[in-house]
């Protein structure tokens, strides 16, 4: 008699990390190409996907990999627009620039908490994915304020060095905060559903071929 192969509904959070992690790397080898090249995409200002590669970097990979991986792929980034002299890209101020690959480490930090507490808890799989998009806001407002906060510091911003002016700093960033929250939302829950979807469909297949 088949073996029954378990539903969705019958998975649980931490096998909705475990199932991709064995094959994250190339999740995260395809999601960090795919950054790079919309990064040079006629994209609206500030949608891109970094935070998002950085939140996926963070759920699935382990160790060190986690903050390294998305850093990479950032300054590979920042590099071919320094060396292309494309406008608007490369190298800047570099504290501010500091700060925002600190802003990116932070969202992969929230990744890797939501990774550790998904992996300690029973819930469904279905209840899992429902609450991606906290993280995945969690992680975008840290970044906002952290690299709002390097914007501030930059002399060439031209904004007070004074509590007003930081506050005005965090003000000026709010419209550009929402093209940023807006592909972090659709990047930030694609490459973890694209990812989990894929395996998991390759994984059943295989159960299947099995019994």
């Given at each position: 008699m088949p073996t029954e192969i378990p539903?969705?509904?019958?998975?649980?959070?931490s096998e909705f990390i475990q199932v991709v992690r064995p094959v994250a790397w190339w999740f995260a080898a395809f999601?960090?190409?795919v950054s790079l090249a919309l990064r040079f995409a006629p994209l609206p200002e500030n949608f891109a996907t970094f935070g998002a590669l950085a939140f996926f970097c963070g759920l699935f990979?382990?160790?060190p990999a986690r903050w390294f991986a998305p850093a990479l792929v950032l300054f590979a980034a920042d590099c071919l627009g320094h060396f292309l002299n494309v406008p608007g890209m490369g190298f800047y101020h570099p504290t501010s620039m500091v700060?925002?690959?600190i802003a990116f480490a932070a969202v992969a930090s929230i990744g890797a908490g939501c990774s550790t507490w998904w992996n300690r808890t029973s819930t469904p799989v279905v209840a899992t994915i429902a609450s991606l998009p906290l993280g995945v806001i969690a992680g975008s407002f840290v970044f906002f304020l952290i690299s709002n906060f390097g914007a501030w510091l930059d002399p060439q911003m031209g904004y007070e060095s004074s509590f007003a002016g930081l506050c005005r700093c965090y003000w000026m960033g709010l419209p550009f905060w929402r093209s940023t929250l807006a592909s972090d939302l659709c990047f930030g829950l694609g490459f973890p559903l694209v990812a989990w979807g894929i395996t998991n469909a390759l994984a059943s297949r295989l159960r299947r071929a099995s019994v």
């Open positions: 539903s969705t509904q019958k998975k649980t959070s999601f960090g190409l990979l382990t160790g700060l925002n690959y």
